[in-house]
């Protein structure tokens, strides 16, 4: 048996021959950037996630960049994000001149740690950055009183959490602006690069239109210098077939984290391996399902499994406090610990939605199988 860590075509197959209409319509009306698809697509993720406004953008990446040129943060400036994330989290803090701000996250969650997010914070603290990793939400409650008492600007990272949930609200109605990503792999995957900021706020919603069109308004007069980052009519015509299918899909990540760990806990390796532990008050998305191999065991666990034919993968082999590019912002090892550990220790194994019961057996077993 042969288990992929990811299989796009199970997903894409059955609606292929709607895709293909929806993408020929593009075709006859010509629009291809910024079309009526992309509207449609922004009403629907607007209304999917309680927010008010939503605004298409080229990917998850540039979302992150323009939530914060629309905060008007620049040098001089402080954003808190996590170390445990994808590189884009940090790299829009950098492309804008201000300072990236390293916390540490909580060992079970994965998500910042509120509470060494409020001893980072300083005078010079515009922004912080939460982001609801693998699927889960982070500790708004507790970043809101953080941000609350110093006036600071919640972006949502919801690049890996569309349809997640806290206290019955949806990511990206969690803050003050949310940034999604449609990259294949995301649970809202396109057949490209995509994204997408939301909000309630009409004056930031407006922002974003601006900047993500060169700040032109009307046709050649430039207020603002913005960038190119518009969505292209065919993602959006992709992903209008795609969205109303999201609620089933999440469904089956979460039916299928289930079954993997009762399947875990029959084997009794609950204490072997450290399972993913769902805290947060609310909706856990699945994008992954990470389990955790203490002792040093981790990588040979991945090529063992990798001989099995198991896709897997290392989210994240190196946080970004110690990537070369972000040496000189001085976080020396041990400086996060948690985030240090946890980039030893993680494997996520395959949940995309389709995943059979039988494939799922065959990945325990394996585990089990290199564990005794
Ligand atoms: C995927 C991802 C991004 C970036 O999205 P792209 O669309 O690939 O630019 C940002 N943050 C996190 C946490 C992600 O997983």
Redesign the pocket.
Known sequence: MSVPLLDIQRQMEPLRTEMEAAISHVFKTGHFVLGEQVQQLESSVAEYCHAAYAIGCA????A?LLALMAAEVGPGDEVIVPSY??F??ASAVARLGAKIVFADIDPQTFNLDPADVARRVTSHTKAIIP?H?FGQCADMDMVHDVAHGNDLLVIE?A??AIGAEYRGQRAGALGDVA?F???P??NLGGAG???MLTTNNERLADRFALLRGHGMRPRYYHQVVGINSRLDSLQAAVLNVKLPHLERWIQMRIDNAQRYNSMFEAEGLQEQITLPLTHTPGRHAWNQYVIRVSGGRRDALRSYLQECNIGTEIYYPIPLHQQACFTDLGYGPGSLPETEKAAGETLALPIFPEITDPEQQYVVQKIAAFIR
């Not at 990917?59 to 540039?62: A, F, M, Q």
């Open positions: 990917s998850g990446s540039d992150l994330t994808f884009a989290t982001v990793l990272d690049a890996q940034c990503s449609f990259y792999t995301k690069d995509g994204g």
